[in-house]
């Protein structure tokens, strides 16, 4: 399995942004799948995660109600729709996955599978 992320920049405090995670070698669907994001100065953070086939989805508290994760079958990408960004979201964004669902999703070593990072910058 081979992830691909996409869709970072530099944006104003309060735009919006998505980012996109292709995912090629097998269907997105049957992987549950999460975004992470890093900054320099600290370990990766979890900030989302959708579980494969039914699609029930998982938020860090920081941007509950702002971020929305989703997935195209179709397309076997998976998104991370960013609302109202704030300068404190400036990080690298990494999406992962894994088979399966389990408690331990917003750990980053729960997953198997990694994209290569997408650089998002809030500025004030």
């Known amino acids: 399995v081979q992830l691909q992320a996409s869709g970072g920049g530099l944006v104003q405090a309060g735009d919006s942004l998505r980012l996109s995670c292709a995912v090629a070698?097998?269907?997105?669907?049957?992987?549950?799948a999460a975004w992470f994001r890093q900054t320099t100065d600290k370990s990766r953070e979890f900030v989302a995660a959708?579980?494969?086939?039914?699609?029930?989805?998982r938020y860090a508290d920081s941007v509950q109600g702002r971020f929305i994760i989703s997935r195209d079958n179709a397309k076997n990408t998976v998104y991370l729709q960013m609302n109202s960004l704030k300068p404190e979201d400036t990080a690298v964004y990494y999406c992962?996955?894994?088979?399966?669902?389990?408690?331990?999703?917003?750990?980053?070593?729960?997953?198997?599978?990694w994209g290569q990072g997408t650089e998002v910058t809030v500025s004030s």
């Open positions: 070698g097998r269907a997105v669907s049957g992987y549950s």
């Open positions: 992962a996955a894994r088979g399966g669902w389990n408690v331990q999703y917003t750990a980053a070593d729960h997953y198997t599978y």
């Open positions: 959708i579980r494969e086939y039914n699609g029930a989805t």
